[in-house]
């Protein structure tokens, strides 16, 4: 069965340095997506991305983060200068369709970030 | 009821005793709900939906009963089986200008064998 792959699986990271996470969503889906979790919180919504462009982003998603679909299969997201508040899960996840009120997601396994 | 911090709601339940977890939405012109499951270190993993113009949906061993007039939803799970054993969030689709999804606090189920 097609899946949302992540890598890495954990990063840790020096305050202030730059991160990159890297997600291949489901090859025939269309829309993209990042989500962040805090431990022991609820999934949080960061941004989502169509058509080579950002199609919504949270108050989250500051200038601090920005996302790339740099070829035909990768979709990234990066924090510039990571805080140690942006220590999270960030899962990347796919819908197929062109943002049809009954999507439901498709997620990766997630990228553990830890900033020291 | 409302998540704060670690502090996840939980339910535990005997193994073979039905489940019920409960969500409350606040946007009355939601009309898309969906349940997800997320086992411990992965993704989110949708488990069934339900729209707004009903009031119940059936799937293998769950069903999503929705009352729209308390802004209510729950999800019930026959006979659990330790493999239920999970944090299992509502989330509602929101079409605002983009499309997303919005996940609601989440509550862990520990099932006991």
């Known amino acids: 069965e097609p899946e949302v792959t992540q890598t890495p699986s954990h990063q840790v990271t020096q305050m202030g340095q730059e991160v990159i996470l890297r997600c291949v969503p489901i090859s025939n889906h269309l829309y993209f997506y990042w989500y962040r979790q805090i431990l022991g919180q609820k999934v949080e919504f960061l941004v989502s991305f169509y058509n080579n462009e950002i199609s919504e982003k949270s108050e989250i998603f500051d200038d601090q983060f920005s996302v790339e679909r740099p070829d035909g299969s990768n979709f990234t997201l990066k924090i510039r200068s990571t805080k140690l508040e942006d220590s999270a899960m960030y899962f990347c996840?796919?819908?197929?369709?062109?943002?049809?009120?009954?999507?439901?997601?498709?997620f990766g396994s997630g990228t553990q970030l830890s900033v020291l | 009821g409302e998540s704060v911090g670690l502090h996840l709601p939980t339910l535990s339940v005997q193994e073979g005793d039905n489940s019920i977890i409960n969500c409350a939405y606040s946007?009355?012109?939601?009309?898309?709900f969906i349940w997800y499951k997320q086992e411990s270190g992965k993704g989110p993993q949708f488990i069934i939906d339900i729209r707004s113009n009903m009031d119940k949906r059936q799937g293998q061993r769950v069903t999503v009963l929705l009352n729209k007039t308390v802004k209510h939803l729950s999800l019930q799970i026959a006979a659990t089986q330790p493999g239920d054993s999970a944090v299992y969030f509502c989330a509602e689709n929101q079409r605002t200008g983009g499309f997303k999804t919005i996940f609601g606090a989440g509550t862990r189920l520990f099932v006991k064998a």
């Open positions: 946007n009355s012109a939601s009309d898309y």
């Open positions: 996840a796919s819908t197929p369709r062109v943002a049809a009120t009954n999507e439901k997601l498709f």
